[in-house]
T-cell receptor, first 113, second 114 residues
């Protein structure tokens, strides 16, 4: 958490787009991830982006990476009530350093009707 | 057909006790992990094993001792439990230890120390 910061809460209306932001300080890793945690459950990998990419789109999900500003974002299009969860960004490992992930502080997304 | 399972789901115990949390994965993965999530949802890795060998050992009190009897199991034993150990502990596994392997998480064990 001390290396990766996220805003705590985000509330959107169903059908709107959600944008969850993440700011990191350690720029030496290779992969960045977005995980979703539903109430009472473990984390589920949503998507990831390699550090030499600027954008990745996967159905309703768009990941943007701004390496200059050390900023990662996740956009969810047409947000649904089932998207309500906590979203964690995570900063991937060094090459050869094992799969050691550093997680952000998490953003609670609430989708209202 | 649960992929990563943990037992127990809830654990309430008193300070000073010793307890264990068990984790099993049926995915055939080589690498397993323990994470701790505190009350503020901050998630931090504790340990990782690859083919039963310890590869990640973060700054964790030595009261915590992981044990991997085989590739499918990674248990966490905690001695002399303290109030600050109260958290949700997640087990995870991945096919390998490299960066591109997705980690699959268990449902978590909520430990409450009173």
């Amino acid at each position: 958490g001390e290396d990766v910061e996220q805003s705590l809460f985000l509330s959107v209306r169903e059908g709107d787009s959600s944008v969850i932001n993440c700011t990191y300080t350690d720029s030496s890793s290779t992969y960045l991830y977005w995980y979703k945690q539903e109430p009472g459950a473990g984390l589920q990998l949503l998507t990831y982006i390699f550090s030499n990419m600027d954008m990745k789109q996967d159905q309703r999900l768009t990941v943007l990476l701004n390496k200059k500003d050390k900023h990662l974002s996740l956009r969810i299009a047409d947000t649904q009530t089932g998207d309500s969860a906590i979203y964690f960004c995570a900063w991937g490992p060094f090459i050869g350093g094992g799969n050691k992930l550093t997680f952000g502080t998490g953003t609670q997304l609430k989708v209202e009707l | 057909d649960t992929a990563v399972s943990q037992t127990p789901k809830y654990l309430v115990t008193q300070m000073g006790n010793d307890k264990s949390i068990k984790c099993e994965q049926n995915l055939g993965h080589d690498t397993m992990y323990w994470y701790k999530q505190d009350s503020k949802k901050f998630l931090k890795i504790m340990f990782s094993y690859n083919n039963k060998e310890l590869i990640i050992n973060e700054t964790v009190p030595n009261r915590f001792s992981p044990k991997s009897p085989d590739k499918a199991h990674l248990n966490l034993h905690i001695n002399s439990l303290e109030l600050g150990d109260s958290a949700v502990y997640f087990c995870a596994s991945s096919q390998g230890a490299g960066a591109t392997y997705e980690q699959y998480f268990g449902p978590g064990t909520r430990l409450t120390v009173t």
